[in-house]
């Protein structure tokens, strides 16, 4: 099977720019989360979609959101660029929930915010 | 919320010795510990991970350990590689409060060969 893939890889903008990240899920897998990695925060848990709905949400401001496909595949948007956005965006899949199937994360988008 | 705590954020090892990697969580009612393997440049992928009803589990040269009691899990690897060098993150979840894994800061871990 495929891994989890995300487009795209590296991403440039600037303040107040808005961005869309996809990622697309391993065949069969119906739970997709996405996290924000930084240096100085760590892995942080940004939300989970499953069968098309937003099942949790992590402590992220308004300006994150997601959404989920028929298909599974999930994007993110970040609205209003700030520069400590700054950072890789990983998806992860799972068949149906983190805690009782393996997590598969994506090899993640950087996004840089000039 | 959960809070998880990582410690050490550093360590290095010779080659063939042991490394322990510490967690402590805040929430009693976290109940799925997972740990994660993260090489460099690499995305993290889960290694192992233990349940609340679980004391200990191991796989080959790798064991997670959990006192529900001190609400700490660790991981230890016997017999460290070079291979093994990478940034370790432990995680807890309460998925009765919603299956959201709070992470711990990460463990970068160096072998020395």
């Known amino acids: 099977k495929a891994g989890v893939t995300q487009t795209p890889r590296y991403l440039i903008k600037t303040r107040g720019q808005q961005v869309t990240l996809s990622c697309s899920p391993i065949?069969?897998?119906?739970?997709v989360s996405w996290y924000q990695q930084t240096p100085g925060q760590g892995l942080q848990f940004l939300f989970e979609?499953?069968?098309?709905?937003?099942?949790n949400k992590g402590n992220f401001p308004g300006r994150f959101s997601g959404r989920q496909f028929s298909n599974s595949r999930s994007e993110m948007n970040v609205s209003t660029l700030e520069l400590g956005d700054s950072a890789l965006y990983l998806c992860?899949?799972?068949?149906?929930?983190?805690?009782?199937?393996?997590?598969?994360f994506g090899p993640g988008t950087r996004l840089t915010v000039l | 919320g959960e809070n998880v705590e990582q410690h050490p954020s550093t360590l290095s090892v010779q080659e063939g010795d042991s490394a322990v990697i510490k967690c402590t969580y805040s929430d009693s009612a976290s109940n799925y510990f997972p740990w994660y393997k993260q090489e460099l440049g690499k995305r993290p992928q889960l290694i192992i991970d233990?349940?609340?009803?679980?004391g200990e589990k191991k796989d080959q040269r790798i064991a997670v350990t959990l006192n529900k009691t001190a609400k700490h899990f660790s991981l230890h690897i016997t017999e460290t590689q070079p291979e093994d060098s990478a940034v370790y993150f432990c995680?807890?979840?309460?998925?009765?409060?919603?299956?959201?894994?709070?992470f711990g800061g990460g463990t970068r871990l160096m072998v020395k060969p």
């Open positions: 992860a899949s799972s068949l149906l929930a983190v805690d009782t199937d393996t997590q598969y």
């Open positions: 979609y499953f069968s098309e709905t937003q099942r």
């Open positions: 065949s069969g897998h119906r739970s």
């Open positions: 995680a807890a979840i309460n998925n009765n409060a919603g299956n959201m894994l709070t």
């Open positions: 233990i349940r609340s009803n679980v």
